[in-house]
């Protein structure tokens, strides 16, 4: 019985360390000052969901069904929490949490389509940019990053909760 409660204790963990890497990734201010990522509740959505396909995507790969489904339940949590603080009430949640998770899979599931770097631009400029054209440059610098921090991810301790992204995109690397 003692070995479920620390297996229970030790995904929780991970699962919390995993998140807060995640969201203060997400949350870096060169995505908005320098990459021209709208600083917007929609903005900030999309960088959160990149930064967790990054993490889900890695932990799909080692096989890690227990903490990515712990993840996404914390993400979730996130939002509604987040929904509330923005003034929803009880009585149109489940449509607002409805299209929040389409938004998310379907965002999850354009980015791991994205063969290569420039459809992984491509990706995120429909979503991360809102299909702005004028944002193609910043996309790329973006999957240039996302490509790098996949590498980075691969070699972090991801079951023990350790989420390294490498280094943060520059902005002098746009055109």
Do not use: C
């Not at 607002?96 to 389409?102: C, G």
Request: no cysteine; net charge positive; glycine share 12%.
């Amino acid at each position: 019985m003692l070995n479920v409660s620390r297996k229970s204790g030790n995904l929780k963990g991970a699962v919390a360390r995993l998140h807060a890497a995640l969201v203060a990734r997400a949350r870096a201010p060169v995505f908005f000052t320098g990459l021209g990522v709208p600083d917007t509740v929609d903005g900030r959505f999309d960088l959160l969901v990149l930064h967790g396909w990054l993490v889900l995507d890695r932990l799909r790969e080692a096989g890690l069904n227990d903490l990515s489904q712990g993840l996404v339940n914390t993400l979730f949590l996130g939002f509604d929490e987040g929904l509330r603080e923005l003034g929803s009430g009880d009585m149109g949640m489940g449509r607002r949490m409805k299209k929040i998770a389409d938004a998310f899979y379907g965002r999850l599931q354009a980015y791991g389509t994205s063969g290569g770097e420039a459809a992984m631009a491509e990706a995120l400029q429909r979503n991360l940019y809102r299909g702005a054209p004028d944002r193609m440059a910043q996309a790329a610098v973006v999957a240039r990053y996302v490509r790098a921090a996949q590498s980075h991810l691969a070699r972090a301790d991801i079951a023990a909760g350790e989420a390294d992204f490498g280094p943060l995109p520059k902005t002098g690397d746009t055109p």
